[in-house]
């Protein structure tokens, strides 16, 4: 998968001259910015899968909203151009004589023997091919309606061959979603799953390798600098050679060593050029993906417009039977309005009373009986 090779670090420094201490820091480093990147990847396929999951809804969604307008729909004058002959129980009007149903029997039958023998291989819809075994067929009675649009890839037609209607045709387009949607997650997001497990499975298997290695390194290093310390006092105490027996043993361990060192730092390198060539190069693993996209995005937009492209003959058609009922396309909404006040008819506005509390008029009813009783007190007297 990786072929670039580098014979330096991005430090700058040369990888075969690095001292091993150097090369276990620089590892360190590699896999501290690996870890970053795998993050950063890891998000990005959350980010496709939520896409993928919002195309589905929006599918899901469209086809409700396709289903409630024919819902209000049946039984109507528009009901064949909206819904569609095969979505719709006809009228009495409609209806076969015995003759005609006999040959539509004949023809149902010849029908079906000749779709299942295309639906045993893969079906080809617009740019893709698509094969979906197992679909139950749909209840065809005349006493309902029917609102799911006979599947296009099931029935193996083309877009070229889809019935011009308004549910016919978005259920047309909500069939291409779904398949999209699946070869999205097939293609796509597959695409960078593979890559992050590749890359992620080869990175930690290298560097659990290094670690083990270096543990070796280490181990043989303080094993061979203790050896060497114990041969320095024997010779300060005899003032001689050591014993052949310790210094045997010393050999031995400075073999080890010298393998230990030589198996760390090779993998030491080959894990830098690795973990640079998915940090530092990953551009190149993205431009398949990037290609995907692209490709995904010509071939669902193209396949779509074919089939919305059909509207047109609907509308078209909805437009013919609107003038022959005697209304148009844009409505009657004004005429359902309320006929507005003409401006030369004033409203007369009453006098403007108010309000009198109960305990002021109780008042007023009490001083307008003490005053007829002194006036009718003073004519007693002046009498």
Same mark, same amino acid.
């Given at each position: 998968?990786?072929?670039?090779?580098?014979?330096?670090?991005?430090?700058?420094?040369?990888?075969?001259?690095?001292?091993?201490?150097?090369?276990?820091?620089?590892?360190?480093?590699?896999?501290?910015?690996?870890?970053?990147?795998?993050?950063?990847?890891?998000?990005?396929?959350?980010?496709?899968?939520?896409?993928?999951?919002?195309? &589905?809804?929006?599918?899901?969604?469209?086809?409700?909203?396709?289903?409630?307008?024919?819902?209000?729909?049946?039984?109507?004058?528009?009901?064949?151009?909206?819904?569609?002959?095969?979505?719709?129980?006809?009228?009495?009007?409609?209806?076969?004589?015995?003759?005609?149903?006999?040959?539509?029997?004949?023809?149902?039958?010849?029908?079906?023997?000749?779709?299942?023998?295309?639906?045993?291989?893969?079906?080809?819809?617009?740019?893709?091919?698509?094969?979906?075994?197992?679909?139950?067929?749909?209840?065809?009675?005349?006493?309902?309606?029917?609102?799911?649009?006979?599947?296009?890839?099931?029935?193996?037609?083309?877009?070229?061959?889809?019935?011009?209607?308004?549910?016919?045709?978005?259920?047309?387009?909500?069939?291409?979603?779904?398949?999209?949607?699946?070869?999205?997650?097939?293609?796509?997001?597959?695409?960078?799953?593979?890559?992050?497990?590749?890359?992620?499975?080869?990175?930690?298997?290298?560097?659990?390798?290094?670690?083990?290695?270096?543990?070796?390194?280490?181990?043989?290093?303080?094993?061979?600098?203790?050896?060497?310390?114990?041969?320095?006092?024997?010779?300060?105490?005899?003032?001689?050679?050591?014993?052949?027996?310790?210094?045997?043993?010393?050999?031995?361990?400075?073999?080890?060593?010298?393998?230990?060192?030589?198996?760390?730092?090779?993998?030491?390198?080959?894990?830098?050029?690795?973990?640079?060539?998915?940090?530092?190069?990953?551009?190149?693993?993205?431009?398949?993906?990037?290609?995907?996209?692209?490709?995904?995005?010509?071939?669902?937009?193209?396949?779509?417009?074919?089939?919305?492209?059909?509207?047109?003959?609907?509308?078209?058609? &909805?437009?013919?039977?609107?003038?022959?009922?005697?209304?148009?396309?844009?409505?009657? &909404?004004?005429?359902?309005?309320?006929?507005?006040?003409?401006?030369?008819?004033?409203?007369?506005?009453?006098?403007?009373?108010?309000?009198?509390?109960?305990?002021?008029?109780?008042?007023?009813?009490?001083?307008?009986?003490?005053?007829?009783?002194?006036?009718?007190?003073?004519?007693?007297?002046?009498?």
């Amino acid at each position: 998968m990786f072929k670039h090779s580098s014979t330096r670090h991005r430090s700058g420094a040369k990888v075969g001259a690095m001292s091993t201490t150097t090369l276990d820091q620089a590892v360190d480093q590699a896999e501290e910015t690996y870890h970053a990147f795998q993050v950063k990847l890891k998000a990005l396929i959350s980010t496709l899968i939520s896409h993928h999951e919002m195309m &589905l809804k929006f599918s899901s969604s469209q086809r409700q909203a396709t289903t409630s307008i024919c819902d209000l729909l049946i039984n109507t004058p528009i009901s064949k151009c909206v819904i569609g002959t095969d979505h719709c129980s006809k009228t009495e009007e409609d209806k076969p004589s015995e003759e005609d149903e006999d040959d539509n029997q004949n023809e149902a039958k010849a029908d079906s023997t000749s779709s299942k023998d295309q639906s045993d291989g893969p079906q080809t819809v617009g740019n893709y091919t698509a094969n979906e075994p197992g679909r139950k067929s749909e209840d065809r009675s005349m006493n309902e309606c029917r609102h799911s649009f006979h599947s296009v890839i099931g029935r193996g037609k083309s877009l070229e061959d889809l019935e011009e209607s308004f549910m016919g045709l978005f259920n047309a387009s909500n069939d291409l979603n779904m398949v999209y949607a699946k070869r999205y997650m097939e293609w796509i997001v597959g695409y960078l799953e593979e890559w992050e497990t590749i890359v992620s499975t080869r990175i930690e298997g290298r560097l659990i390798e290094y670690r083990k290695l270096r543990r070796s390194y280490a181990h043989y290093t303080d094993k061979v600098q203790g050896l060497h310390e114990k041969v320095v006092k024997q010779k300060a105490k005899k003032a001689a050679k050591a014993s052949f027996r310790l210094e045997s043993k010393m050999d031995r361990n400075r073999l080890k060593l010298s393998g230990a060192e030589e198996a760390h730092n090779d993998i030491g390198r080959s894990l830098l050029s690795l973990i640079e060539e998915v940090t530092v190069y990953y551009w190149k693993d993205l431009v398949p993906l990037l290609h995907m996209m692209i490709q995904f995005s010509i071939n669902h937009s193209s396949d779509l417009a074919t089939v919305m492209a059909k509207l047109e003959k609907t509308d078209a058609i &909805l437009k013919n039977i609107s003038e022959q009922h005697g209304t148009s396309v844009t409505g009657r &909404l004004a005429d359902l309005k309320p006929e507005p006040v003409p401006e030369n008819i004033k409203i007369q506005e009453g006098p403007i009373t108010e309000s009198i509390p109960e305990n002021a008029k109780e008042k007023d009813e009490e001083k307008e009986d003490l005053d007829s009783l002194a006036s009718e007190s003073q004519c007693l007297e002046s009498v």
